[in-house]
């Protein structure tokens, strides 16, 4: 692997989301440095995402919520897994609790972890952690909906694995995890076969 040094590192913008603009020493082919690159990271910290399956049904569970950024070329309102950050000194794993509790309201009888992959790594830090969960009736503990206070409106949209697979097929889906997640389904469980044993 080629040597990179990360010469200089400074902070353009600092809000919500994070801009850094990253001066890089790179090795070429050849073994010869190259002349200063100027790099822009986008910042997002890390998430977490998952497929979700509910045992007594067999259904797919998805949210429906707003994605502002998406709002200009799919109108804004996408379905896709349920996702979320993960938070300073949070697991990926104790995440995945916490947001299937927020947006769909159940806790987690099982899961399985799919992939861990980088969103866009041309330009942004973040990496997404994809799960499978199982989640039953049992588990059910409140609406879900996500949190009040930060305002997500998020609707809960049942699917029958058959409808998720015939939509992933005719290219309906326009969510990069949600497609990654679904290829999973098709192609390791056959979309109706539970995890194995449950892991906290």
């Known amino acids: 692997m080629r040597r990179v040094a990360v010469h200089s590192r400074r902070r353009l913008l600092d809000d919500f989301f ?6 890089l020493d790179v090795e070429g082919d050849d073994g010869t440095q190259s002349p200063p690159l100027r790099r822009l990271v ?20 998805f949210t429906e919520q707003l994605r502002a950024p998406a709002i200009a070329k799919a109108g804004g309102w996408l379905v896709e897994v349920m996702a979320g950050m993960i938070e300073d000194g949070e697991s990926p794993e104790e995440a995945l609790h916490r947001e299937l509790l927020e947006e769909l309201g159940y806790r987690v009888d099982a899961f399985e972890k799919i992939a861990t992959f980088f969103v ?34 998020i609707r809960i949209v049942r699917m029958r694995p058959d409808e998720a697979r015939d939509a992933l097929l005719q290219r309906r889906w326009m969510d990069a995890k949600t497609i990654i997640g679904l290829q999973w389904l098709l192609a390791r469980t056959g979309w109706t076969s539970p995890v194995g044993p449950a892991q906290r």
Not at 126 to 136: A, G, K, P
């Open 18 to 23: 994070k801009v850094d603009e990253l001066m």
């Open 120 to 153: 866009s790594p041309g330009g942004s830090s973040e990496r997404i952690w994809l799960y499978h969960v199982e989640v039953s009736d049992n588990g059910r503990v409140s609406a879900g909906g996500g949190l009040a206070s930060e305002r997500e409106d």
């Open 42 to 61: 986008f910042e997002r910290g890390d998430s977490v995402a998952a497929t979700v399956r509910h045992r007594e049904s067999g259904d797919l569970l």
